[in-house]
């Protein structure tokens, strides 16, 4: 680790509140590594918690007071609200706390040169782009990412470059945290309204961030987009705009895509070409999020040579448009979709990939961000042939009464959309294997653990073997 401000935690116990979640597990992983010792706590067990323990660090399943005493530092996410028992007993104790971004926010700023990706959406695809295309070319970076990704092995790499890659989440205004050298800006759509109220101040948001940019930096950002376009023009800082249309400074020409959906093209920096790019994941907005990193990439100078390599290979990290098996010829995908146009862009890959019927399956994830945008969510399911809701997974909430699955689907079948009420897995899985056939495909989205679903299906094996 390059900077000396990280050096003091080598001495100290550190332990993580919220253990589990990618980037909490990813960050004790990185203390973890330079010797650092670390302990944390998750309200379940887990896959990730599984890792962290396989590695020697001591995980603590339920949160309860005595868990954090002879602790240094105590770090937890914007989610662990101040009456959790550890947070509060912390509290009581003196001891120093960190919110999850400020210590993120340390590490970036520990390195020379820190690139931070935002955005309502792609936030892990463009960041993992970039780390995959500035490891192949020997730059060495750090990188943390809110998932995993094979070319590392997980969320977190430490590298001993000058660059720090990492993913600037816009939640609670957490990427605020962040003084990038380079700041990436991929699009600005309605989420986290629970925390921003209106899309306005969700904007005001990132134009924080784009002027925390330090001086001589750059901002880069996505052209098509209205209230990105703008808040780059408003931005005193040095900006690239990249995109599908002609007016962006890098811009993708002779476009063509695959039976799959996967895109090649020429990408160009004021009209001249720089790179040949044939991509392996499907999707319009997957060239938009190639363009993102070609962008960056020239502006740290990267060989184009280099950069087209890695693009041809690159492979989306876990739980992003990812095959997870096959199951009475049925091909299962599962996708970290969770906003509408997330949703939608999931459902359009899904539908390129040879397929009888296509098979949609949402956990919808808090009742905040489910309600607030209840009618965008009606609108997104037009090219899957069935769809199945789960209930709705509330994390950081408390259940609503007022609000619930079977009013989606009630009201997505008055649009003509063949839905049905999962409430469960095992009620999504019995309802999928009784209707399935060799064939279809199934897609399952959302930011909960609906991948759990695709494990449970994968586990339990083909129909004839049950």
Not at 73 to 97: F, H, K, Q, W
Not at 244 to 269: K, M, R
Not at 284 to 308: E, F, G, K, T, Y
Request: proline fraction near 4%.
């Amino acid at each position: 680790m390059q900077a000396s401000s990280l050096e003091a935690f080598r001495s100290k116990r550190m332990h993580f509140i919220g253990i589990g979640g990618s980037s909490m597990s990813g960050l004790a992983k990185l203390f973890h590594s330079i010797g650092v010792a670390v302990t944390g706590s998750d309200a379940t067990a887990s896959h990730k918690t599984e890792a962290l323990e396989a590695e020697g660090i001591r995980v603590f399943i339920g949160q309860k007071r005595g868990q954090v005493v002879g602790a240094d530092v105590v770090v937890y996410t914007a989610a662990i609200p101040e009456d959790n028992p550890e947070r509060s007993e912390a509290a009581e104790l003196g001891l120093p706390m960190l919110e999850r971004s400020e210590l993120l926010g340390l590490v970036a700023s520990s390195f020379p040169a820190p690139i931070c990706v935002s955005g309502t959406h792609g936030k892990t695809t463009t960041t993992s782009m970039i780390s995959q295309i500035f490891m192949e070319a020997g730059l060495d970076p750090t990188v943390h990412i809110g998932g995993e990704l094979a070319a590392f092995g997980g969320s977190t790499r430490l590298g001993k470059g000058d660059f720090c890659i990492v993913e600037a989440c816009e939640y609670a205004r957490s990427f605020l945290k962040l003084y990038p050298r380079v700041a990436v800006i991929l699009n600005i759509d309605e989420d986290h309204l629970d925390t921003y109220g209106d899309i306005e101040h969700i904007e005001e948001a990132f134009a924080t961030f784009a002027g925390q940019t330090i001086s001589g930096g750059w901002v880069v950002g996505c052209g098509d987009d209205e209230r990105v376009r703008r808040v780059m023009e408003n931005c005193s800082r040095r900006t690239r705009s990249y995109g599908l249309q002609p007016f962006n400074e890098v811009t993708a020409e002779q476009i063509s895509y695959d039976e799959t959906g996967c895109a090649s093209f020429t990408a160009t920096l004021f009209g001249h070409p720089i790179a040949e790019v044939e991509l392996r994941i499907p999707g319009a907005h997957s060239v938009l999020n190639a363009l993102a990193a070609i962008a960056v990439a020239d502006i740290c100078q990267v060989p184009m040579s280099s950069v087209s390599a890695t693009l041809g290979r690159f492979e989306n990290p876990k739980r992003r448009f990812e095959l997870t098996g096959v199951t009475d010829g049925v091909r299962l995908y599962t996708d970290y979709s969770h906003a509408p146009a997330e949703i939608r862009n999931a459902v359009h890959n899904a539908s390129q990939q040879p397929h009888e019927t296509l098979w949609a399956v949402w956990q919808p994830h808090t009742y905040a961000r489910t309600r607030t945008l209840y009618s965008e969510f009606l609108e997104v399911f037009s090219e899957a042939d069935r769809v199945l809701i789960t209930d709705i997974m509330c994390a950081r909430e408390k259940p609503d009464p007022t609000l619930n699955s079977g009013m989606l689907v009630r009201d997505l079948r008055k649009r003509g959309v063949r839905a049905d009420w999962a409430p469960s897995f095992d009620d999504a899985e019995a309802f999928l294997r009784g209707h399935w056939k060799q064939g279809d495909v199934v897609i399952t989205m959302g930011c909960g653990n609906i991948d759990l679903l695709n494990e449970q299906i994968a586990k339990h094996g083909d129909s004839s073997e049950m």
